[in-house]
């Protein structure tokens, strides 16, 4: 079993800023990535960012390339979400997952290929 904890999440002004953490425990996989993902009231969850294992290869959702940045820690097991110029369309709650990775990492995008969530922490963004 995996347990996943966001942290970071807040009230903040459009074109500020927030830093997201997610601290993964337990059994983590031996080489897994990680993802963000948010769901705003009514709306599907959808992706934002992920990095592979190593760091080395990370992907953007396109509303949120330039103003958002992924990052991981593997010997703290964490990852990171730098969020600047934030808007009021960023308001969600913003998930982490982690999914293991044997190979490849394909479809970073597809949530239901993510095998752990965490619970989500709120971020909202006042006009």
């Known amino acids: 079993q995996v347990q996943l904890v966001e942290s970071g999440g807040g009230l903040v002004q459009a074109g500020g800023s927030l830093r997201l953490s997610c601290a993964a425990s337990g059994r983590t996989f031996s080489t897994y990535a990680m993802g963000w993902f948010r769901q705003a009231p009514g709306k599907e969850r959808e992706f934002v960012a992920a990095?592979?294992?190593?760091?080395?290869?990370?992907y953007y959702a396109n509303s949120v390339k330039g103003r958002f940045t992924i990052s991981r820690d593997n010997v703290k097991n964490t990852v990171y979400l730098q969020m600047s110029s934030l808007k009021p369309e960023d308001t969600a709650v913003y998930y982490c997952?982690?999914?293991?990775?044997?190979?490849?990492?394909?479809?970073?995008?597809?949530?239901?290929?993510?095998?752990?969530w965490g619970q989500g922490t709120q971020v909202t963004v006042s006009s």
């Open positions: 990095i592979s294992w190593s760091g080395v290869n990370t």
């Open positions: 997952a982690i999914r293991r990775v044997t190979g490849s990492f394909v479809d970073p995008e597809v949530r239901y290929a993510y095998d752990y």
